[in-house]
């Protein structure tokens, strides 16, 4: 079985959208370390869902933009 939300995906929180859509910058067993656009933090697998294709955009738009504007890895 795949795990979920692996390394580098695209998620959103389930219960809030205060965080804004991340991806996923590492995993460790059912918590997952996510650079959401508001906020970075360690979230239950089970508290993340799939983001969505424009929730993907948006969080693809904002990392292009901080690796523009300050270099290196987002």
């Not at 906020?39 to 933009?65: C, H």
């Amino acid at each position: 079985m795949a795990t979920p939300h692996g390394l580098g995906s695209f998620v959103a929180h389930t219960g809030t959208d205060v965080y804004g859509p991340g991806k996923v910058i590492g995993v460790d067993g059912q918590h997952r370390r996510v650079r959401f656009v508001h906020f970075a933090g360690t979230i239950k697998v089970s508290d993340l869902r799939p983001a969505t294709a424009s929730e993907t955009r948006q969080v693809k738009e904002w990392l292009r933009a901080k690796k523009q504007r300050y270099g290196g890895e987002w």
